[in-house]
């Protein structure tokens, strides 16, 4: 079986997702289960981009150890310095500079010929060489290019110092053949091509990005490039956790294997979902909710009989736990602390103490606390930011009745202690709960998305809340959980708002809370 790499960029072309603004400590957890699922490269940002994105690269190459970290850069130089400075002190870095290659993108965009093009690239290439072993170089919306064209390329930054050659289908325009055919002639016909890795990175605009990275393996791909969830500008990049369970499913028709580590596919999923408020649909291959459920007659019938009469994939294989009951009201400290080591998490004494407490308030309320509580409450704390909440909820009142116009009562702390309270009505009472928090705000906030889920099942499931708003005209997304629905959508109101606060503080203050 072919190793086939993979080269994960949830942190970069994810987080490119429209309304998806991660912030560091996030950015971390997600490298860090990256670096669990065993995923060969993770592009943690773009460093020039903004000094925000240069502190997580930084802060992840120097964090990650069993996995190879790279950024972005445009074949400018001061990209490829902003990138070093970014990832110098990682253990295996490695730079990602692209340039576009098609007519389209050459005559309007970059105003230059094939010779100018050729030119960069080598230049830039050469450049990066002085600074990194380890380059990939892309040519930005290859499956629109002309193929003689970039073999004359390739051939040509393979011979400045590039270690991987990426393809990408920009635009989610090509096919599964003519991308296939695209890759078998770029074998063929780059002589020195068997020095570098060729790449694949598709984007799902006509729902074909799986289908043409797996005919890019089938014709040479040794690296193909996607997000957790599949999530990433417009309709997204190929889902990697898909193509891993796809290949390991039908090993009998493909020749290559992923070393992802499929048992840690689910909580990926989970982490990034939760962290992005990219919900899953339930129809999702591979992780969505219903992807093992079985509700016709017949079904359940047959899986009774013999499970594989429909069924593919067992849960256990991606990490869907069918018992994850865990914990209660009796549970002590010492239990706890073996069942967090046992689903990965090392924490420190201070915040182990703090996962206690919050774990024994919710057994106060709820009777058995499973995997999917446990994990809830520590990607809040490993997540939490300093200090830069402007707006700390105090407490909330909601009068509320089929007959009466709802309204709801908010108490609001500000950073210097101040006490504000304000009331306001609505339709409903989250209507009247969010026009309350509007009229207690400074900033200008318009509500561009709301939703609410259950964690996992039953009456005392905890309630997950995602918002996206404009704070200022700027776009942040927030989450918030609690057993109480409106209390979760209050919380994820204020965290958008306190998250545009955030972005806008020093880059010093937006340090890690541990
Ligand atoms: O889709 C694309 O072309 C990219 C490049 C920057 C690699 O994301
Ligand atoms: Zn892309």
Redesign the pocket.
């Known amino acids: 079986m072919a190793h086939v790499k993979i080269f994960d960029?949830t942190l970069r072309?994810g987080e490119q997702s429209p309304g998806v603004n991660l912030n560091l400590p996030e950015k971390l957890e997600i490298a860090k289960q990256l670096e669990r699922l065993g995923v060969d490269v993770m592009e943690a940002g773009f460093p020039a981009s903004s000094q925000g994105d240069f502190e997580s690269v930084r802060e992840i190459a120097n964090t990650i150890r069993s996995c190879s970290v790279t950024g972005?850069a445009r074949a400018v130089k001061s990209d490829i310095d902003t990138a070093y400075e970014a990832l110098k002190d990682g253990a295996d870095p490695r730079i990602?500079v692209?340039i576009a290659t098609s007519p389209i993108h050459m005559e309007y965009k970059l105003l230059k010929t094939q010779v100018q093009v050729i030119e960069k690239a080598v230049e830039m290439v050469t450049y990066a060489k002085t600074k990194f072993d380890k380059i990939e170089w892309?040519a930005?919306?290859a499956s629109r290019s002309d193929w003689d064209f970039l073999t004359q390329i390739i051939e040509k930054v393979i011979d400045a110092g590039a270690t991987v050659i990426?393809l990408?289908d920009?635009v989610g325009y090509t096919t599964p053949q003519e991308y296939g055919r695209m890759f078998k002639y770029i074998k063929e016909n780059v002589p020195n091509i068997e020095k570098a890795d060729l790449s694949a990175?598709c984007?799902d605009d006509l729902g074909m990005a799986l289908a043409n990275s797996i005919a890019a393996v089938e014709n040479g791909a040794t690296q193909i490039e996607g997000t957790i969830n599949g999530i990433g500008?417009r309709a997204g990049n190929a889902a990697l956790e898909e193509l891993a369970v796809a290949l390991k499913i039908r090993e009998d028709v493909y020749e290559g294997r992923t070393g992802l580590v499929l048992k840690e596919i689910k909580r990926t999923s989970d982490l990034v979902s939760k962290l992005t408020g990219m919900h899953v649909p339930r129809n999702k291959a591979v992780v969505g909710q219903n992807a093992f459920a079985h509700e016709s007659g017949i079904h359940q019938d047959g899986v009774l009989k013999n499970a594989q009469t429909y069924e593919i994939i067992t849960p256990e294989m991606v990490g869907v736990q069918s018992n994850n009951l865990v914990m209660g009201k009796h549970s002590g400290k010492h239990a706890f602390k073996d069942k967090l080591q046992n689903l990965g998490y090392e924490l420190s004494e201070e915040k182990l103490l703090e996962a206690f407490t919050e774990f024994k308030k919710l057994t106060d309320r709820k009777k058995e606390v499973t995997d999917d509580d446990l994990f809830t409450i520590l990607t809040e704390i490993q997540t939490q930011t300093v200090d830069v909440k402007k707006y700390e909820l105090s407490g909330f009142q909601v009068e509320y009745g089929s007959a009466q116009v709802p309204t709801a009562t908010v108490q609001l702390t500000k950073p210097d202690g101040t006490e504000i309270e304000e009331s306001a009505e609505g339709q409903g009472a989250v209507e009247a709960l969010f026009n309350t928090l509007d009229s207690m705000i400074e900033e200008d906030v318009h509500i561009t998305d709301f939703q609410l889920n259950s964690i996992g099942s039953g009456r005392d499931a905890l309630a997950q809340s995602h918002v996206k708003l404009t704070v200022d005209g700027t776009e942040f997304n927030g989450r918030g959980s609690s057993q109480d629905v409106l209390e979760a959508a209050v919380k994820a109101f204020l965290n958008a708002v306190n998250r545009g606060f955030y972005y806008q503080a020093p880059v010093q203050a937006q340090g890690v809370s541990s």
Request: aromatic share 8%.
């Open positions: 960029t072309d972005l990602h692209f892309s930005e919306d990426n990408p920009t990175h984007h500008e």
